[in-house]
C-alpha cells in the first residue's frame, strides 16, 4: 500500500504531461488560416475580377472625400440596402470626420480575402491610406453570394483579422 501512495506523484506527473503534450498537438493541427467561422483564401482562391470590383468601389467611396462628389452606387454593384445607406448626407459625415482625423485619401491597397462559411460572403480586407502618417484605416468590402456589395466597413487598421 506505501509503495501505491509514493508512485502517486510520479504518477500525477506522467499524467499532467501526457495532458500537456495532447493538449499541444491538437491546438497545433488546427487550420492556421481560419477565424471564428471565416477561412483566409489563398491568392489562387480569390475571385480577380470580383477583387478589383471591390478594389474599385472601395477607391470610389473613399475618394468622394476628397472631391465632395458621390457617385452613386448602383443595383449591378451593391445590395438595395447598402445602396440606401450610402446616401450623401451620411457620406459628408463620414468624410468630415475623416478629413479632419486623417487628411486626404491617398490610396487603397488590397491585403487578404477571407470568406465567412456559414454565408460563403467573402471579406475583402483593404489597408486605406491618408495624408496623415498615424492614419492607417481598414476598408472591409463584403460580397455576397449573387456578387453585390453586401456591406462596407471602415476600422482602425490591424494587422489581425477580426471579425
Not at 40 to 49: G, M, P, R
Not at 87 to 111: A, D, E, H, I, P
Not at 138 to 163: C, G, Y
Amino acid at each position: 500500500m506505501r509503495y501505491v501512495f509514493e508512485m502517486a506523484p510520479t504518477m500525477k506527473k506522467l499524467l499532467l504531461f501526457l495532458l500537456a503534450v495532447l493538449v499541444l498537438a491538437c491546438k497545433s493541427g488546427q487550420d492556421k488560416s481560419s477565424v471564428q467561422g471565416y477561412k483566409k483564401l489563398d491568392i489562387e482562391d480569390i475571385d480577380s475580377t470580383q477583387q478589383n470590383k471591390t478594389a474599385v468601389l472601395g477607391k470610389q467611396i473613399l475618394s468622394t472625400c476628397n472631391t465632395s462628389h458621390l457617385k452613386p452606387l448602383t443595383s449591378k454593384d451593391a445590395t438595395a440596402k447598402v445602396i440606401k445607406n450610402m446616401t450623401v448626407k451620411r457620406m459628408t459625415q463620414t468624410c468630415l470626420k475623416f478629413r479632419t482625423q486623417y487628411g486626404n485619401f491617398k490610396g487603397l491597397t488590397f491585403v487578404e480575402a477571407y470568406k465567412n462559411r456559414k454565408t460563403d460572403d467573402v471579406v475583402y480586407r483593404f489597408q486605406a491610406k491618408f495624408d496623415k502618417k498615424n492614419a492607417l484605416k481598414e476598408l472591409r468590402m463584403i460580397v455576397n453570394k449573387q456578387n453585390l456589395l453586401a456591406a462596407v466597413q471602415s476600422k482602425d487598421w490591424k494587422n489581425q483579422f477580426v471579425p
